[in-house]
């Protein structure tokens, strides 16, 4: 007997790949991990949560997430993901402790950009 089985513990093992295609067709779970991944180098930790075509991302640290990285390194993964059934990132920006966000900004995906910023990290 294991210690799964003892404890009624089950342990999923996804690689890499299977995340990816999760995280394309909307997974919220999956886009967090990739997006914590990618935040991690700024110190950053993200909440997901998705409502119909939105995409809504809580970014916290203990000192206030900085507003342009946070831009980049999102715009810049999700364009990557391609994920056709996210039209809109909502990013909520605030301190570790604090309840209201400090700032906030909205992507839109699916159109051209004119956002081209040299990277901090990527997804």
């Excluded at 003892?6 to 990816?20: D, K, P, Y």
């Excluded at 991990?33 to 119909?52: C, P």
């Excluded at 809580?58 to 900085?66: A, I």
């Excluded at 839109?108 to 990277?119: K, N, T």
Aim: aromatic fraction near 4%; include cysteine.
């Amino acid at each position: 007997m294991s210690l799964a089985d003892i404890f009624g513990v089950r342990t999923i093992i996804v690689s890499q790949q299977e995340i990816l295609t999760r995280a394309k067709q909307g997974d919220p779970k999956a886009i967090a991990f990739l997006i914590n991944q990618a935040l991690t180098t700024i110190g950053v930790k993200a909440r997901v949560s998705i409502q119909k075509n939105n995409l809504h991302l809580l970014l916290e640290s203990s000192q206030l997430p900085d507003h342009q990285a946070c831009i980049r390194v999102i715009h810049q993964g999700m364009q990557r993901l391609n994920a056709s059934s996210i039209d809109f990132v909502n990013l909520y920006g605030r301190r570790l402790g604090h309840t209201i966000p400090e700032w906030t900004e909205v992507i839109e995906l699916h159109r051209p950009s004119i956002y081209h910023p040299a990277g901090v990290g990527t997804i």
